[in-house]
Structure formats: structure tokens, C-alpha cells
């Protein structure tokens, strides 16, 4: 083990007290062993930050980042990487629990993969209530538990664009050096996964592993839940950062058939904007359609 790469696991809380300790717990049991985490509370207002520091007293070598202020997923992510020294790194929410071979089964996929500038490997997650009872999967799966349909690998680009296929974020492995040329999360975003995976595909490969990786925990407040709340800040936060990633596509774009593509996501989020009666969000898309058009 200790000639394989290391892997930095980044735990995130903002008012996580129920779990984190289940999600802490499931780094450190982990079958690979060449682990660095991190823990980073972006200033929670529950018992989070007393739940960690207790945690802490039996694993004093972890590093904890204790926010003062609220700063959002992304400047608190980026922070952390900062401290980071793994090869790859792993974005981990502190409501969601890795499974035991997890991270042994994509540091393998990055070891073993035939794909060109690999940068992103991913899988299949279960989805869990926040009493631990099962939902369904993130990806439908046969009797063996293998992905029915499979989401794309290689060069995935196109597929980012007019969502024909999707990425299961938090059972993603990132490579580091992807995440320095990138330059992080783009701070000025309400949430991170697809602003980065359309960039990172732009020119980078993924893999999908057609295993169940993690277990996604669906809690009131998940983002998956904020999209469609009308006069709601946070909905309009999460679609205002939306509408930024499809204007930031729109100069990665290429050809034709990429600006075809991004067209049905922007139909996609112009229903978003209209069912929510963001009327503003609505007339800024319509730019952006003449664009793609002309």
C-alpha cells in the first residue's frame, strides 16, 4: 500500500451533526490505507464543529478546518485543497458514507485505465433516508446489482452538454493535477459537480466503474430538493449559478453540434427559471439561445 498513490479524502459539513462521524468513520475503514483527510465546517450553526472536535480527540493527525464565516461549498472545498498533498481527491459530504472498497476500486480504475488523460473515475451510489433505510439507486441496477443502463465514459462531453448522460458526484474520484489546471471549483458558483465536470470533459476522459460506491444520503435540504421552490433565495442562488455554467459552455463550444447540445440544457433550466417564476432568470436565457442559434 504504501507504493500506491495517495488519495485525499475532503470531508465537507455545514450543519451535519447527525452523520458526520458515520461519514469520518467510513474514510478510516476504508480497505486502502494510503488516506489523508480532511475535515473542513463551513462555519455550521448546529453541533457539527463539537461533534468533529470530539471525534478528533481519538484522531488527532487529521486535519480539521474550523470556518468563521459561512462561505459555501465551493470557497470551502478550495480552501482545503490548498492543504491537500494526495495524487487524487475525493469531495465527500459529511451526510454521505463511502463503502469499504470504494476508494481501492477507483485509485484501480485511474491504475488500470486505457483511456487518454484520464481525469475523473466514477460509479453507482445507493440512495439512503436520513434513518439509513434504502431509497433507490443512483443508476437503475440488475439483479446483480450492475448499472441497467451504463453512463458514458471516454470523452463525455457532448453528453455534459444535453444531458443525455449524468455523473453520480459523490461517488466521483478526481485527479488532482485536473483540479489545479482548472483551478478548483469556480468560487463564484451556488454548487460545484456539473460547472466542473463540463469543463473537465472539455478536454479530459472519464471512466464509470459499474460498481455501488458510496451511499447518498436524501435529506430535506439536499441541493436535488431546491431546484423548483418558487420565491425561494437559495432556488435562485442554485439556477442563477446554472445559468452562469451554460454561459461559460457556450465559450468551451466548438462546433455546431455542441451548441445543438447545450441547447436542450438551456431549454432544460429556461423551465426551471419559468416554473419558479424567476421571470429575470427567464429573459437572460433568451440571449443566450440567439447565440447558440446564430
Request: a positive charge; glycine letters at 2%; proline letters at 1%.
Amino acid at each position: 500500500m504504501q507504493n500506491l498513490p495517495l488519495v485525499t479524502v475532503i470531508c465537507l459539513c455545514y450543519n451535519h451533526e447527525k452523520f458526520v462521524v458515520e461519514a469520518l468513520n467510513s474514510v478510516l475503514n476504508q480497505n486502502y490505507q494510503n488516506i489523508e483527510l480532511i475535515i473542513a465546517d463551513d462555519c455550521s450553526n448546529d453541533n457539527s464543529k463539537k461533534v468533529i472536535t470530539d471525534w478528533l480527540q481519538n484522531h488527532p493527525t487529521v486535519q480539521f478546518i474550523s470556518g468563521k464565516i459561512n462561505l459555501g461549498n465551493t470557497k470551502t472545498f478550495n480552501k482545503a485543497l490548498q492543504l491537500s498533498k494526495g495524487e487524487y481527491i475525493i469531495d465527500l459530504a459529511a451526510d454521505d458514507v463511502l463503502l469499504k472498497d470504494c476508494i481501492e476500486k477507483q485509485v484501480n480504475a485511474f491504475l488500470n485505465s486505457d483511456k487518454k488523460n484520464l481525469a475523473v473515475v466514477y460509479g453507482n451510489a445507493e440512495l439512503i433516508s436520513e434513518k439509513n433505510n434504502h431509497i433507490r439507486y443512483y443508476y437503475e441496477v440488475d439483479t446483480e446489482k450492475k448499472a441497467v443502463k451504463k453512463p458514458a465514459s471516454g470523452d463525455i462531453y457532448l453528453a455534459m452538454l444535453n444531458q443525455s448522460s449524468m455523473i453520480c458526484s459523490v461517488s466521483s474520484m478526481m485527479k488532482r493535477e485536473v483540479l489545479e489546471q482548472l483551478n478548483g471549483y469556480d468560487e463564484n458558483l451556488a454548487y460545484e459537480d456539473l460547472d466542473f465536470w463540463i469543463r473537465a470533459s472539455r478536454d479530459y476522459s472519464f471512466e464509470f466503474i459499474d460498481s455501488i460506491l458510496v451511499q447518498k444520503r436524501e435529506v430535506e435540504n439536499s441541493l436535488g430538493n431546491q431546484f423548483y421552490k418558487k420565491f425561494n433565495s437559495r432556488t435562485r442562488k442554485i439556477n442563477h449559478s446554472s445559468y452562469l455554467v451554460i454561459k461559460k459552455a457556450i465559450a468551451l463550444n466548438k462546433t455546431k453540434e455542441e451548441n445543438k447540445a447545450l441547447m436542450k440544457r438551456l431549454h432544460f433550466e429556461m423551465g426551471k427559471a419559468y416554473r419558479t417564476l424567476d421571470i429575470w432568470l427567464f429573459i437572460k436565457y433568451i440571449p443566450l439561445e440567439l447565440k447558440l442559434r446564430f
